[in-house]
């Protein structure tokens, strides 16, 4: 059977509600019907949030042609958006 495999990376480790609001949104993805790995997942993990009290919740995904073919994503998951300011 094929794997799938997510790199789940928290940015706003310092604040525990959030992470463990990721945790189990994390685990109701992880227990459906996607693919860990597929935009679905991280769509639906990003809706999860936004119910649960983060309404500026996002989701990046990250993965390489090499990693998508290996079914393999990086979900980088915030309590909000960047400023574009910041990014830069």
Not at 2 to 15: M, N, P, T
Not at 41 to 52: C, D, E, K, P, T
């Given at each position: 059977?094929?794997?799938?495999?997510?790199?789940?990376?928290?940015?706003?480790?310092?604040?525990v509600a959030f992470r463990e609001a990721v945790d189990r949104a994390w685990d109701t993805i992880c227990h459906g019907a996607v693919d860990?790995?597929?935009?679905?997942?991280?769509?639906?993990?990003?809706?999860?949030?936004?119910?649960?009290?983060?309404?500026?919740?996002?989701?990046?995904?990250?993965?390489?042609?090499?990693?998508?073919?290996?079914?393999?994503?990086?979900?980088?998951?915030?309590?909000?958006?960047?400023?574009?300011?910041?990014?830069?």
């Open positions: 059977m094929l794997e799938h495999r997510v790199e789940l990376k928290i940015v706003d480790w310092d604040d860990v790995d597929s935009t679905t997942a991280a769509a639906h993990l990003q809706l999860l949030l936004r119910g649960s009290g983060y309404p500026q919740a996002i989701v990046d995904v990250h993965k390489t042609v090499d990693e998508a073919l290996a079914h393999v994503a990086h979900f980088e998951v915030r309590r909000a958006p960047v400023p574009a300011a910041l990014t830069r």
